[in-house]
């Protein structure tokens, strides 16, 4: 049985759209799962894909191309991270960014639609030598993973009766 899909969450295109949309070059923009080390770099963004649900699932059957097909409308909050100067600031300009049609039509591209965003955070961190900026917000998205099997029609039905 082969199971493919169709249609799924590129993480790291969203991470390239972050760069984008804050005008920073994608080398500071980090999946939070794989760290780089960042002890040179006076800021830096991570983006981690916190958690999905699902709202609700269709499936359809092709009968001409013996195909299942699954989509999943699902709802998935991305937690981003700036640390560094004007990191706050930078969080601002991303979440009143993504009303903007040249965001939106990029997320469509990539299979997502943004819904809303919870508070920014501005979690200062105390260092040696002093406080680091460092603020938070989830960003909250839509998304259709679709994934298709193939379902191969009976022809013919052979019945064995057992007497017992």
């Known amino acids: 049985m082969a199971i493919t899909t169709v249609s799924r969450l590129d993480m790291m295109e969203v991470r390239r759209t972050i760069a984008e949309v804050l005008t920073l070059p994608e080398s500071i923009v980090f ?38 097909i699954a989509s999943t409308a699902r709802e998935l909050t991305i937690s981003v991270n700036a640390y560094g100067k004007n990191s706050y600031d930078l969080l601002c300009k991303l979440t009143e960014s993504m009303r903007l049609t040249p965001v939106w039509q990029r997320l469509k591209h990539l299979g997502m639609g943004y819904l809303r965003c919870s508070q920014i955070r501005s979690l200062p961190t105390t260092i040696a030598g002093g406080k680091e900026q460092r603020a938070q917000v989830d960003l909250t998205f839509s998304i259709n993973p679709i994934v298709k099997a193939q379902v191969n029609r009976g022809d013919t039905v052979k019945f064995n009766l057992e007497k017992g």
């Open 31 to 68: 999946d939070a799962n794989n760290m780089q080390d960042v002890s040179r770099l006076d800021r830096f963004i991570t983006v981690l894909n916190s958690y999905q649900s699902d709202i609700g699932t269709e499936i359809k059957f092709n009968g001409v191309n013996e195909e299942e």
